[in-house]
C-alpha cells in the first residue's frame, strides 16, 4: 500500500465546467503522475511531477493542467470538461523495487468522471 | 507504432490450465520491465517485475527477451481468482512508463 487517495472517487460534471481533481501521498515521494484510462487506449499519461512545483506534460496533457505547491498532493484541472474527458482517472507515485535501480509506479483508486 | 502492444484476448481457459502472455516493446532502450494485474474497476497493480534472467513468483514466470523486444508472462495451474486483465508495462528512462491496453483472462471452473 504506498498510502495514495483520490478525491472525489465519482463526479458527474456539465460540459464547460471546471473540474479539479486531487491526489494525496503520505509516503513522500518525490514523482506523481496523472493517467486517463480508456477502452481501447491503455492507461495514458496526462502529467507528472518529479518535485513540488516542477511538473511536465504528458502524451494527452491538452485540455488538462496540473499543479503540485506541497509534495503531498497533485492536483489535475480540467480547464473546462468536454464529453471527450470523460474517463477513468488514476494517480500514480514511482519508486525504486526492492531498493534496486529500477522504479515501478503504485497507483490510487481512480476517479470515474463523466461529463455531460 | 505503439510503444507497447499485447494481445488484447480474452483468453478463457479452465481452471488448472497454463495460459501464456506475449507483449513486445518498441523503444530498445527501454530499461525496465512490469507485469501489473488489473481487476474490473480497480487501479492496477503491479504483479511482478521482469528481469533479463527471467524470474519466477509461485505460479507466475516471466520472461524476456531484449533482442526481440518480447517479454512475456506464463501462469500455471489456474485458479478462479488469476480472472482480471494483465497489463504490460515498460519504462524507457528514469520515470517514464509505457503501458500496453492489457490482455484480459477467464478462468472457467
Known amino acids: 500500500d504506498a498510502g495514495i487517495t483520490q478525491s472525489p472517487r465519482h463526479k458527474v460534471t456539465e460540459t464547460g465546467t471546471p473540474v479539479t481533481l486531487r491526489c494525496h501521498q503520505t509516503?513522500?515521494?518525490?514523482?506523481m503522475y496523472w493517467y486517463r484510462q480508456d477502452p481501447g487506449h491503455g492507461l495514458r499519461l496526462i502529467h507528472y511531477?518529479?518535485?513540488?512545483?516542477?511538473?511536465d506534460k504528458g502524451e494527452v496533457s491538452d485540455g488538462y493542467s496540473v499543479s503540485r505547491s506541497k509534495t503531498e498532493d497533485f492536483l489535475l484541472t480540467l480547464e473546462s470538461a468536454t464529453s471527450s474527458q470523460t474517463s477513468v482517472y488514476f494517480c500514480?507515485?514511482?519508486?525504486?523495487?526492492?531498493?534496486?535501480?529500477?522504479?515501478?509506479?503504485?497507483f490510487g483508486p481512480g476517479t470515474r468522471l463523466l461529463v455531460l | 507504432r505503439k510503444e507497447v502492444e499485447q494481445d488484447p484476448g480474452p483468453f478463457n481457459v479452465p481452471e488448472g490450465a497454463t495460459v501464456a502472455f506475449n507483449c513486445t516493446y518498441s523503444?530498445?532502450?527501454?530499461?525496465?520491465f512490469f507485469w501489473y494485474r488489473q481487476d474490473c474497476r480497480k487501479e492496477p497493480k503491479l504483479l511482478m517485475s521482469?528481469?533479463?534472467s527471467g524470474n519466477e513468483d509461485g505460479r507466475f514466470t516471466a520472461q524476456l527477451n531484449r533482442a526481440s523486444q518480447y517479454i512475456s508472462l506464463l501462469i500455471r495451474d489456474s485458479k478462479l481468482s488469476d480472472s482480471a486483465t494483465y497489463l504490460c508495462?515498460?519504462?524507457?528512462?528514469?520515470?517514464?512508463?509505457?503501458f500496453g491496453t492489457g490482455t484480459s483472462l477467464t478462468v472457467i471452473p
Open positions: 511531477s518529479y518535485g513540488v512545483k516542477d511538473t
Open positions: 523503444n530498445s532502450a527501454s530499461q525496465s
Open positions: 508495462v515498460v519504462n524507457r528512462a528514469g520515470n517514464q512508463f509505457y
Open positions: 500514480a507515485i514511482s519508486e525504486s523495487v526492492s531498493g534496486g535501480y529500477q522504479e515501478t509506479q503504485y
Open positions: 521482469v528481469y533479463s
Open positions: 509516503e513522500n515521494h518525490r514523482y
